[in-house]
């Protein structure tokens, strides 16, 4: 009964927070000019019903939905992993320098793209993971810090045709762009009912799967949960707080990378041209981390977490229709991630609460 009640605690605290969200944000579209329910029906309009959305949002959740895996992997070590954007920018960049320096024809060359980002994010992860181990700098400083220096590095390399900028191009600072992507190459779509989607959509939902099985289901899983747990506990029987983390750090990003490498070869989706060229990562990088928080860190909620967060940017276009700014879809967002993350606060702050209490009755 009491896990019954509890049950319904939660979902009643959840609803009440995703209405008073939503009733916030209707009072902020009415003081902007606008009317909220029109800007709701762009929005479910935008994302889901019209013509060919629906597969527009799923591609768009791709990115999403590998960038808070990585998150949730580092997060279980104990680690607080920020630097998201700045390891998807250099992923990308890896993909384009190693996928046009090697070639190869078709899968090859996709294979080496993913690979290559895949390798490039947990690359520029593991630096933050070194300075975190080896000289005691904290990873969430040293990860977002890391984002600026990502974001300098792969501007350097569009300038550069020896790196990143398209061979034989003569061009100003604001056409800076790789070379794009052979058609041959990419990433293929799926046509259903009039939607275009890439099959990466369901390598996420086999790799969302596959860590959930790794973090519950392993030995590895279950040291990585004993670290964030309690690290001292977990050095006690044997686990290497240097080496898990280093693997946590470095796997979180991995998936990072991975997501830009499919947004360089997806394209299309918001994501460009299959070029790497100015403001590539498009903030990809910081939703996904807010999709692992709203997740709370359960991997198999992340999809569908994943998709409304899509859904908000898909739709935003249809917004302006109303003739309403479109980046009131952000202060929705935001409205809705603090909506999601209240019920959780109000609990973990009860739950101490009534600790101190326990406490102080012994005493």
């Known amino acids: 009964m009491s896990r019954g009640i509890r049950i319904n605690e939660w979902l009643l605290m959840y609803v009440l927070s995703v209405v008073v969200a939503l009733g916030v944000s209707s009072v902020v579209v009415e003081a902007t000019g606008g009317d909220w329910w029109p800007v709701l029906e762009a929005l479910v309009e935008g994302s889901l019903l019209a013509p060919g959305r629906w597969g527009e949002t799923l591609g768009v959740a791709v990115p999403l939905v590998l960038v808070a895996l990585g998150t949730v992997i580092s997060s279980k070590a104990g680690l607080v992993n920020i630097g998201q954007e700045g390891q998807l920018l250099m992923g990308a960049a890896f993909a384009v320098y190693f996928g046009f320096l090697l070639g ?122 004993m670290l964030g747990h309690n690290h001292m506990a977990a050095h006690r029987v044997g686990v290497s707080a240097t080496s898990y983390g280093l693997a946590a750090l470095g796997v ?8 830009g490498a499919a947004m360089f070869a997806g394209g299309g989706f918001s994501f460009g041209n299959y ?20 997740a709370r860190e359960r991997v198999l909620v992340v999809p569908a977490v994943a998709f409304v967060f899509a859904g908000l940017r898909t739709g935003a276009g249809f917004v302006n229709s109303t003739g309403v700014e479109s980046r009131i879809t952000e202060v929705v967002q935001a409205l809705l991630v603090l909506a999601l993350l209240l019920p959780p606060a109000v609990v973990f702050l009860r739950t101490r609460r009534q600790a101190r209490s326990v406490a102080l009755l012994k005493a």
Do not use: C
């Open 104 to 225: 190869g024809p078709g899968v090859i060359n996709l294979v080496v793209v993913m690979m290559a980002g895949a390798l490039g994010g947990a690359v520029w992860a593991s630096v933050a993971g070194l300075l975190r181990f080896w000289r005691g700098v904290p990873e969430v400083l040293s990860t977002l810090l890391l984002v600026v220096v990502a974001s300098q590095a792969v501007g350097y390399g569009l300038k550069q045709q020896w790196l990143l900028l398209e061979p034989g191009a003569d061009r100003g600072n604001r056409n800076q762009v790789s070379q794009q992507l052979a058609s041959g190459n990419r990433v293929p779509r799926l046509d259903f009912f009039g939607n275009q989607f890439p099959v990466t959509v369901f390598v996420a939902v086999v790799l969302a799967l596959l860590v959930a099985f790794m973090l519950a289901r392993t030995v590895w899983g279950m040291r990585l949960r």
């Open 252 to 259: 979180g990003g991995a998936f990072a990378g991975l997501a």
């Open 275 to 294: 070029q790497l060229g100015p403001g590539f990562a498009d903030n990809i990088g910081w939703t996904g981390l807010l999709v692992a928080l709203v």
